[in-house]
């Protein structure tokens, strides 16, 4: 194995999904809604296969197949208050994975630290890693105790936040709404980052895949709208996420063209392209979903109102058996401290955590995700309390995970 990604031979979904698959276990474990996906981006897939036209099967321009980063650019350039290039500014990738791969890959040297807030999206440790750059971790702490707390109670010290930026400091990577928290970072604590990435010459990545996912009124603030901050920032996106596809694996980086430029240098040697009629039927369903922004028909608005009382449903199953959740104001994970649940955890060198998940999975067919795999090692003892549920799921997959959880002995 190659020296860039020893350390890194365990990943959590990989386990994690085997299990649940092996166990045939109710899975509020990795993110994937277990329904039907929109039928009008569906259909925009069947009109795509179904269009007769030769170069839909043929390789797509490598940045992005022009279709699709020309609906991106026209979707973002009210919310982002600008123009945007789509050619210079956009690079499509193998879903956010590939395009968060392509840009750490494309800015980081090694010796460069990168800053990654925690709890973190796995991925980011082990990419700064490979490509040789060091992360440094500032987590979120809980400012609050109780049996229902806010992911907005996670907040960053600005000290211990500021202490981490120094003269090789590259990146900061900042995940808003948040996976696994659901914390959807406020205009005041993004206005922090900015002015230290000014500060100290350092690009922001802003992972916002759950950008559409919000509840209660939150709102989602691009980092790269704040004053000076376009040119310093790349922003990423995910067409699984937006459209609840995920298996169609496309995403987006936007932002200016010097930074761009280096993910898309990256990637042109990397995967070259994406796949044509993925694209395409994307590029469709943005059009779509630009023409009735803001009207009911809106799949983008309609989404979160759907998540909400699944969202709701789940945190009162928590409460009632004596969980304690975090309740997430974006994405569609939840929090919850299992501490008070009785379990006979067998003892090994795992996170408590990880036992807890597993044990689950096995004697109460329930999986769900440990979120130490969110922190650093050093840090892994913030998250062994913790689980984490997904929620984008039928109603009657979360009343069966309710069941399990109602009937624990
Ligand atoms: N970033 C975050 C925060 C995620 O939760 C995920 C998982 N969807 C990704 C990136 C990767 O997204 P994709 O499935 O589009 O590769
Ligand atoms: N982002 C999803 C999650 O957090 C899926 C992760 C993955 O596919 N590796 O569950």
Redesign the pocket.
Known sequence: LAKRVQGTEKNV?VDISKLAVEQNSINL????PDFMAPHDIVNCLKDTVNSDSPAVHQYARSFGHPRLVKALAELYEPFLGRQIDPMTEILISVGA?GALFCVIQGLVNPGDEVIIIEPF?D?YQPMVKAAGGTPVFVPLRPTKDGSVTSSADWKLDEGELSSKFNSKTKLIIVNTPN??LGKVFTREELLVIANLCKKHDVVCVADE?YEWMTYNGNQHIKIATLPDMWERTVTIGSAG?TFSV?GWKIGWTVGPQHLVNCAQIMHQNCTYNCPTPIQEAVARGLELEKSRLGSPGSYLISLAASLKPKRDKLASVLEEVGMKPVIPEGGY?MMADYTSMEADVPESDEAKDFRFSKWMTINKKLTV?PPSAFYCKEHEHMAENYVRF?FIKEDSTLEKAANVLRHWK
């Not at 474990?29 to 994937?32: A, K, L, N, R």
Request: aromatic share 32%; charged share 5%.
């Open positions: 979904w474990g990795q993110g994937f994975y999206f991925c996976n696994p895949v996420k995920t994970f995700i997904c």
